[in-house]
C-alpha cells in the first residue's frame, strides 16, 4: 500500500497527502536522525534516495523503496539486537538490482 501511493487493489487507503506526509523528512533542517537520515511519520527515511523504514525488536528492520518498487524485510529474533546483519541483507538486496 504504502509503495503505491496509498493505494492497495484500487482502493484507496490513505491520502496522498498522507503518504507524502509519511515519507518526507519532518526534521528541522540541520537536524538528522541515526545514520545521518531524516524522520518521516513513520520512521527513518533517506532524502537522497527516497528509501524508508524502521527497525524493531530482535534485530527485525524494513525499508521501502519506492524509486524501484521494492520491500525489503528482515526478520530474526536475535537479542540483544544486532543490526549489521540487516544491513548487510539490505545490501545484498540492493545489489541484485544491478
Known amino acids: 500500500m504504502l ?3 496509498g493505494e492497495l487493489d ?3 487507503v490513505l491520502s496522498e497527502t498522507a503518504t507524502q506526509l509519511i515519507i518526507t523528512d ?5 537536524v538528522k536522525y541515526a545514520d545521518n537520515k531524516g ?3 513513520a ?3 533517506d532524502p537522497e534516495t527516497g528509501v524508508y523504514g524502521w527497525a524493531g525488536a530482535a534485530s527485525t528492520k524494513f525499508w521501502l ?3 524501484n518498487e521494492m520491500a525489503i ?3 530474526t529474533q ?5 543490526y549489521t546483519y540487516a544491513d548487510e541483507f539490505y545490501k545484498i538486496a540492493r545489489s541484485a538490482l544491478n
Open 3 to 5: 509503495l503505491n501511493n
Open 73 to 75: 524485510i528482515f526478520c
Open 39 to 41: 524522520y518521516g511519520l
Open 26 to 30: 519532518q526534521l528541522p533542517a540541520g
Open 78 to 82: 536475535l537479542m540483544p539486537g544486532d
Open 43 to 45: 520512521g527513518s527515511v
Open 10 to 12: 484500487g482502493v484507496r
Open 65 to 67: 523503496d519506492p524509486k
